[in-house]
């Protein structure tokens, strides 16, 4: 499916035309706006935070081969795939199988943790990270499949 072009209008005026494949910008999320979609259908993703409790990085990664995630009990890690396939091992245990579209959380563990990703295709890569003192969330995962 060929991607099309999103155009932002926010409330204030501000107008902002993302491109395909990949184009991103970053706004406050209290900034009302509204997407349209310019010439077909869009795919969108969307990272919120807040930010007094974490930060938050998007990476948008090849994935040829193997790359490894690093994860504490401060960070933890969002994978979406945009194509291909992902699987992902921790402990010398594969925990995920990943195909286009889908998504896995690396949740924060005591300790520290080298998450393995393997495969071939895109990545989108979060990168969460609790400021200090800020409180801890666990979240619970289960395969849908």
Not at 29 to 42: E, F, M
Not at 88 to 102: K, V, W
Request: charged content about 20%; some cysteine; aromatic content about 6%.
């Amino acid at each position: 499916m060929a991607m099309a072009l999103l155009a932002l209008h926010f409330d204030d005026g501000g107008r902002v035309d993302l491109l395909p494949p990949h184009q991103r910008t970053r706004f406050h999320g209290a900034r009302p706006v509204t997407g349209i979609p310019l010439d077909g259908p869009v795919q969108v993703f969307n990272v919120m935070w807040r930010p007094e409790v974490v930060s938050a990085t998007l990476l948008h990664r090849p994935l040829v081969g193997s790359m490894w995630c690093f994860g504490d009990e401060r960070t933890s890690w969002a994978v979406y795939v945009l194509a291909g396939t992902a699987r992902i091992g921790a402990d010398g245990r594969e925990r995920a199988a990943l195909a286009q579209g889908d998504s896995a959380w690396l949740a924060p563990v005591a300790g520290r943790r080298r998450y393995s990703i393997e495969g071939a295709g895109e990545l989108l890569l979060v990168q969460v990270e609790r400021n200090a003192g800020g409180p801890v969330h666990r979240v619970a995962t289960e395969d849908h499949r």
